[in-house]
Structure formats: structure tokens, C-alpha cells
């Protein structure tokens, strides 16, 4: 299961085509900072003026840094349920993850009525929250039950669950009130502050390497908890910790940017064709290489370049992941099964 | 006098399973395997083969008893060290993402890698062995999902061989395969016998059972009989095991036969050979012995490849160009 030299070129490809992509997210907007400042700017001697540096340091950067971090957490989120629960359907919100976020969002915005900057991190913690009660659940539910299908379809129906009480919230609230929770729920990365993208990155960064780190028993788990467990992997400890780390992953992206759909189902399959691996030790950062090209190239395309509107992340992830996940499995039978 | 009671892979005393306390399957269970052994476990659907292969593991937990692996209780063992003495094939077939051959069989060796999982050249050569022993060599590279159903069963066994575990259960591993491929399985397990290993598995094929196991465990009416393929044949076991099911085991020819109401018997004349053993088989399915003082009498004569079968019967005589037609006469006729 050595690395092998086509995997390492798919990866320097991938790099390569990131940064690209950066430095062209960097550039848009109405305020244009050229790639010859880029480049001067990190080179150390700055001819950007202030105004260009509040813009980068302030929204831009943030925002790039924000792109990074979903396009990389979302996927591996994704991997990981579609692992333990091996389905090719799963994804990070399967286990209500979002629909705990939404929840808390929704009674944050719905319920409270905030609007306006207090709402920014009223509205991440109070989806935090909501996520990490979801969280919480499951983990107690995960200690008493012992079939990981079980798990999954409470995870299922508990979303339902909360989607029915979130719309019932929607259809008693005031116009202004749902505007602001219907655009919340279409995603956004432009509104994460210096401060959040901070607090997004000490919590994302270290659960990747963490992921990482417990990549060996991810593989044994491709051969379903009885197989693992004869090959020496402790299958409810190995679950809570997945649950943990993929709740906290996806909890913190929800809190900060709202739901973000279908990458963290589309991106591991794209990485899976890619590298026509299945050892999590090369999937794993495939992914969120993958993941990270992807989330940044959505973003591009929902800052419609020349013009000054912003489509919802949301919809231009699905916009584009969708005809790729249908060209995998119609075109090419080799994702098919799974 | 056979050896010290330490030279058990694995002894099961007194062990009561099921998968609830409130429905206990079997009790009472005493059954041991000895290294080098291939055991079969025999028994009607729904008697409790898995959960007893499964329960002597550790996969579902005990009832009642204990179980000992090389003599020191199965849970003393920590999951790690379990893993290096025991390995599992079960029954389910799971689709796996784009994995290779080579990849999956690697997987067996995660007993002995360290945190990363990182292959040592031992590791290697012990899946090198594993895809060798099991002719796997030349479909390593290739991937799960484009294999038949034997080569995958072949595929998850190579697995458990490359987790070089002195003792192997397997879940009926030959339940998806065709004849030959069963036979060839099943061979290929009992040479795991020469390097030590004891192998147990579930099966309902008590033809290759009879021949290759050392000890068949047999669980009938809720009891599990233990012994050599032909103590149980002494025993009557078998005649009990199928009543009522229309088989029996043929002593002469050592195959279960349906048996079927005797209808007569027939003289077969000038037969011989390949023709002679279809012939007969033929007239018995139909319910016809075949003795030298029948009361009919057919005749085969074979002349380049054509065969006639010519049954004279009641001083009248009829020809038949093939066993079916003469199959079709003799129904109908009755």
C-alpha cells in the first residue's frame, strides 16, 4: 500500500491547480488587487495600499481561508460516514449534524428575531450548539445500540425530525425573520470574520490530522465492524470517535457558513476515481486536496466574475458537484460501486 | 494418552449462546479443536452454525461457559492479540469501494503493523504467500469488483491465511460457489493443515465434509454431536439427520442418494464403464434397482460414439437412442 508515483502526480496536479485557483479568488471583487501585488505582498515588500490591505486581510483572505477549511472538513466528514456506515449515499449530514445546526440557527434568527452584526455569532454558536446537542444524542444512542445501521436510520429520522419543527418555526415567523433564516440556510462564506476563521481553523485543523492519524482502522473498517473486529479494532470506541470528530467537523462549518450540501458526499468519490485507491492513507488527504480545489472553484463561480452579485454557495456547490457525480456513475461504471 | 488437555487451539466448556439471555439457542456445549485440525460444523438453517462460530469468537458474547484459546480464557486476550491467534471469513459478502485484491488481502496484516500501518518485508512475504497459496498471484492488482464469486471467496480467505493465525473460522465459505469451486475450496483449506493451522467452518455440503474434515460438530435437535466423519455414520447420526428429508447416505457409492419407492429391478446387460454407472444411476433415480435377477432387462450396446439402449420387458422389446426417452418410457409406464 505504498504511495505510489501516479498518486503523487494526481496530488502535485491538484496542488498546483489550488493555488491557481487562489490566487484567482484573491483577485475578484470590486476592488482588484492584481497578481503582481500578490506575489510582491508575500514576497515581503508590500506595495498594496491600505484600503487593498484591509480589503485582503479583512474579507478576502478570510474568505479564501474559509473556502479551505469546508472544502477540506465537509469531504472527509463524508469519507468517513460512508466508510463506517458503508453506504456511498452517506455523507456529514446523515446523523443530523446540520439539522441540529439549523435548529439552533433557526431559533436564534426565527425565534429571537436577531439581525444585523450580533447575529453573525449569535447565529454560529447557537448552531453550534444546536449540532453539538445532535452530537451528544447520538453518542449516548451510539453506546447503547449496537448495529451501526440502527444508528444510522435514527440519525435519518431524527433529522427529519428537526426539519419538521424548523419549518413549523418558518411558517409562524415574520417575513424579514425567514428571509434572513432561508439565506442563512443557503450557505455563505463571506460572513466569517477574522476572529471565527480563527476559531474555524484551531478546530478543523487539528481533527484533520487527527483523522489522519486513525487512518489504519478506517481500512479495517471497510470490511464492515465484524471483520475489523477480528482484525483487533475496538468497533464502539473506533464509532464514537468517528462520531466526534465528524460532528465537531461539520458542526463548526454549519455554525460558520450554514449548510454547505453535496460536497461531502460528491468530493470522496471524485477523490475515489481520481486515485483509483481505496487506502484511506492516500483517501484521506486526496480528499481534502480535492475537497479544497473544489470549494475554491465554487466559490469563483458564485462570485459570478465581472459582475457585483454573490450566488449561494449552496446551490453553485450542487450545481457543480451534481454533473459529476452523475458522469461517475452513468459514464463511468467504475464509481458504481461506491 | 492423545496429549496434555493444554494442546487444544481452542476447548468450549459448558457454553450456553444465543443472542439473548432469554433465547438461549444451544447449552451445554463441549467441543474442542486440536492444532492441525479441520473441523466442519454441520446443521440444519437456523439450528445456530453462525452464532456458534461467531459466539466462540468473541463477536457476540457468551451466555453461559467459557471459551479458551491455547488455554487461557478467550478474554483475557486483549483485541490486538485475539487477532493474532484467531482470523474470521464470514458468510456476507460486502462490497468494497474500488479495493484491490492485493490491498484487501493486505488488510489481514493489521494485527501486526504499527499505527500507521505500514507493511515490514515479513508482512509482505506473508501476503505474498497468501495470494500464492490461494492462486491468486496473477489477479492481485485487480480490482474486488470485477472478480467471479470464487475468486472473491478465495480473496477473503487469503485475507484471513495472510493474518497467519493458528486457528481459522470461516462462515460458510463455500455457500455461493458451484461444485467445483467448493471442492477446490475446500481442498485449499485442509492443506492450511500442514503448516499447523486448524480450521473450522460452517457448511451444508456433507459430502466434502465426509471427506476432507478430521471432526464434524453436528447440531441436531439442539444438541451438538462431536466426532471422525465415520463415527457419526456408525452412530445412525446421519440416517436421524436427514429423516423425513428423502435422503439417505449410500454406503456403497459414500454419497447421499434420494431415496425414492422401489418400482422393480432390472438386469443391465452388455454395459460397461462411463455408460454403465450413467445407465445406472438413471434407473435409480427412477425408483429401479439394478440385480442380475430383475425383471426387466436392458441392453446397451455402444458402436462409435451411439448408444442403444434396448429394453426387453414382458416378451416385447422397444429401443431408446438416449436415458431421457427411455427415462420417459419407463415413467409412464408404471
Known amino acids: 500500500m505504498k504511495l505510489r508515483s501516479g498518486s503523487l502526480s494526481i496530488m502535485a496536479l491538484l496542488l498546483l491547480m489550488l493555488v491557481v485557483l487562489a490566487l484567482i479568488d484573491i483577485r475578484l471583487g470590486s476592488i482588484t488587487i492584481t497578481y503582481k501585488e500578490m506575489i510582491n505582498h508575500l514576497a515581503g515588500s508590500s506595495l498594496l495600499s491600505d484600503h487593498q490591505l484591509i480589503i485582503l486581510n479583512k474579507f478576502r483572505l478570510p ?35 446540520s439539522s441540529g445546526a439549523s435548529f439552533g440557527a433557526a431559533l436564534v434568527v426565527l425565534g429571537v428575531g436577531a439581525t444585523g452584526i450580533v447575529a453573525t455569532w449569535s447565529l454560529a454558536i447557537a448552531a453550534w450548539i444546536g449540532a453539538g446537542s445532535v452530537m451528544l444524542l447520538l453518542l449516548l444512542v451510539s453506546f447503547r445500540i449496537k448495529d451501526v445501521m440502527t444508528i444510522l436510520i435514527l440519525g435519518i429520522m431524527f433529522s427529519s425530525g428537526l426539519g419538521a419543527i424548523i419549518s413549523i418555526m418558518q411558517y409562524f415567523s ?23 476563521m480563527q476559531i474555524m481553523v484551531w478546530a478543523i485543523v487539528p481533527l484533520l490530522i487527527l483523522t489522519f492519524a486513525y487512518s489504519k482502522i478506517l481500512n ?119 | 494418552m492423545f496429549g496434555k488437555a493444554g494442546d487444544h487451539i481452542i476447548e468450549l466448556k459448558n457454553l450456553a449462546i444465543g443472542h439473548q439471555k432469554e433465547q438461549t439457542l444451544l447449552k451445554d456445549i463441549n467441543l474442542s479443536v486440536r492444532p492441525g485440525e479441520m473441523v466442519a460444523l454441520i446443521g440444519r438453517n437456523g439450528t445456530g452454525k453462525s452464532t456458534l462460530l461467531k459466539s466462540m469468537i468473541g463477536l457476540i458474547p457468551l451466555i453461559d461457559g467459557a471459551c479458551y484459546l491455547e488455554g487461557a480464557l478467550f478474554d483475557s ?72 464469486d470464487g475468486e472473491r471467496q478465495r480473496t477473503m480467505i487469503a485475507r484471513a491465511l495472510a493474518q497467519d493465525t493458528p486457528l481459522m473460522v470461516l462462515d460458510e465459505p463455500t455457500a455461493f460457489l458451484d461444485i467445483p469451486n467448493k471442492n477446490e475450496l475446500i481442498q485449499l483449506l485442509g492443506g492450511f493443515r500442514d503448516s499447523g493451522k486448524s480450521v473450522v467452518y460452517s457448511t451444508h455440503d456433507l459430502d466434502t465434509a465426509m471427506h476432507y474434515a478430521d471432526k464434524i460438530w453436528v447440531i441436531h435437535q439442539g444438541r451438538i454431536l462431536e466426532g471422525a466423519p465415520e463415527d457419526l455414520g456408525i452412530t445412525g447420526l446421519f440416517d436421524i439427520l436427514f429423516e423425513n428429508s428423502g435422503i439417505r447416505y449410500d454406503l456403497a457409492s459414500k454419497r447421499f442418494k434420494y431415496s425414492t419407492v422401489s418400482k422393480g429391478s432390472v438386469r443391465l446387460q452388455g454395459a460397461e464403464g462411463v455408460q454403465y454407472w450413467w445407465t445406472r ?37 422397444r429401443e431408446f437412442s438416449n436415458l431421457y426417452n427411455l427415462a420417459r418410457f419407463l415413467n409412464n409406464d408404471e
Not at chain 1, 174 to 196: D, P, Y
Request: proline share 4%; charged share 15%.
Open chain 1, 63 to 97: 474568505r479564501l481561508v474559509t473556502a479551505l477549511m469546508v472544502g477540506a472538513a465537509l469531504p472527509v466528514c463524508g469519507l468517513q460516514m460512508q466508510t463506517l456506515f458503508r453506504n456511498p449515499l452517506a455523507g456529514p449530514y446523515v446523523l443530523g449534524i
Open chain 2, 281 to 317: 444411476n438413471a434407473l435409480e433415480r427412477l425408483g429401479y434397482e439394478v440385480d442380475i435377477s430383475g425383471t426387466m432387462e436392458i441392453k446397451l450396446d455402444s458402436c462409435e460414439g451411439v448408444n442403444r439402449w434396448t429394453l426387453y420387458q414382458s416378451n416385447q422389446s
Open chain 2, 77 to 148: 486476550y486483549d483485541l490486538r492479540n485475539r487477532a493474532r491467534k484467531v482470523s474470521f471469513v464470514s458468510s456476507h459478502f460486502s462490497q468494497l469501494p474500488s479495493i484491490s485484491v492485493r490491498e484487501l488481502v493486505s488488510l489481514g496484516r493489521m494485527p501486526f503493523t504499527g499505527f500507521m500501518g505500514r507493511l515490514s518485508a515479513e508482512d509482505q512475504k506473508f501476503i505474498g504467500r497468501a495470494l500464492k497459496e490461494l492462486r491468486l498471484g496473477s489477479f492481485a492488482e485487480r480490482k474486488l469488483e470485477h472478480l467471479s
Open chain 1, 174 to 196: 415574520q417575513a424579514a425573520a425567514l428571509k434572513s433564516f432561508v439565506i442563512w440556510s443557503m450557505g455563505s462564506l463571506g460572513n466569517v470574520t477574522g476572529n471565527q
Open chain 1, 220 to 338: 479495517g473498517l471497510m470490511l464492515g465492524e465484524e471483520y475489523a473486529f477480528t482484525l483487533g479494532i475496538r468497533i464502539r470506541r473506533t464509532r464514537i470517535i468517528i462520531f466526534a470528530v465528524t460532528s465537531i467537523l461539520a458542526g463548526t462549518v454549519t455554525a460558520f457558513c450554514g449548510p454547505i450540501g453535496f460536497i461531502g458526499i460528491a468530493v470522496p468519490h471524485m477523490a475515489r476515481y481520481l486515485f483509483n485507491r481505496s487506502d484511506h492513507r492516500i483517501l484521506l488527504p486526496a480528499t481534502m486536496l480535492t475537497g479544497m480545489v473544489v470549494m475554491v472553484f465554487s466559490d469563483i463561480v458564485s462570485q459570478l466574475p465581472g459582475t457585483e452579485r454573490i450566488l449561494p454557495i449552496n446551490a453553485v456547490t450542487s450545481l457543480i458537484g451534481i454533473p459529476v457525480v452523475i458522469w461517475l456513475v452513468i459514464i463511468n461504471r467504475k464509481a458504481h460501486s461506491l
